[in-house]
């Protein structure tokens, strides 16, 4: 991994804003909205929360989670869902992630989790543990250049600290909400980590009504992009209501054609 995010491959991969002109159109014309496939992003993206957690009890680090959100976003930037199942991405994602984060879990230790979740109803049937190895492999193939990823958290931490908010406790907690929230966005494949998180902090103080402008105007930082990273949080936070329920995850997803699984 190298020490510095702009020599990195994560930095070398970072998308722009055209690319996304053609992204998930096979989805649209399958049928699906926008608005459903931001859904369906917030859905599995909160799956995967759920099954790095077994028996309320954290299974997996959250690097590892926002490392596999990471890939999940990577994988479908260019054809959408119509290019594999999300069933099975979303576990490969998240058993490529401990593996690259070094925590790494059995596969079928994961998808008993996963099974588990489905058969209470919160969550959907997960794929066969053949499907998600076959997407792993698919996963590997399209973003191995930038397995290795920088995490917002350390910036996160030390800007709090630069803007003497550390100890504010409202403002913590709200900026940490916004950086989870965050990744809901596509803003992880534009901008560099320490701008995402500096944008988590500017809103936070802001939600609060504490002023850190000043602060703020000292950083060598691209102020655009920090403007442009907030916009975009908020806009995504608008954008997102209550999760929907997995019966209507397969409703949209029986609209790709995608195998059934089993």
């Not at 979303?90 to 992630?97: D, K, P, T, V």
């Not at 790494?104 to 190895?133: C, D, E, Q, Y």
């Amino acid at each position: 991994m190298a020490a510095n995010y702009w020599l990195s491959s994560q930095r070398a991969c970072a998308l722009q804003p055209s690319d996304f002109h053609t992204s998930h159109a096979k989805d649209l014309e399958s049928g699906l909205a926008w608005r459903q496939i931001n859904q369906l992003y917030q859905y599995f993206f909160k799956s995967m929360g759920c099954v790095a957690r077994k028996d309320g009890a954290p299974l997996l680090r959250r690097r590892v989670v926002s490392t596999a959100a990471l890939y999940f976003r990577w994988f479908y930037a260019d054809d959408g869902f119509a290019g594999a199942d999300p069933r099975a991405l979303s576990l490969a994602a998240l058993f490529l992630a401990s593996k690259v984060e070094e925590m790494p879990v059995h596969a079928k230790g994961l998808m008993h989790t996963a099974t588990t979740l489905g058969s209470s109803g919160r969550w959907h049937a997960p794929a066969a543990l053949a499907a998600v190895l076959a997407a792993e492999a698919q996963l590997v193939a399209k973003v191995n250049v930038a397995l290795l990823v920088f995490d917002p958290i350390p910036s996160l931490l030390e800007g709090l600290t630069a803007a003497g908010l550390q100890a504010n406790q409202a403002v913590t907690r709200t900026a940490w909400a916004l950086l989870n929230d965050s990744y809901l966005s596509r803003c992880h494949l534009l901008h560099p980590p320490h701008t995402i998180a500096l944008a988590c902090i500017v809103l936070a103080a802001g939600a609060h009504g504490i002023d850190i402008e000043e602060w703020v105007a000292g950083l060598q930082a691209d102020h655009a992009q920090v403007y442009e990273v907030g916009r975009s949080l908020l806009g995504t936070l608008a954008e997102c209501s209550a999760t929907i329920t997995p019966d209507t995850c397969l409703r949209y997803l029986a609209l790709l054609r995608l195998p059934v699984s089993p």
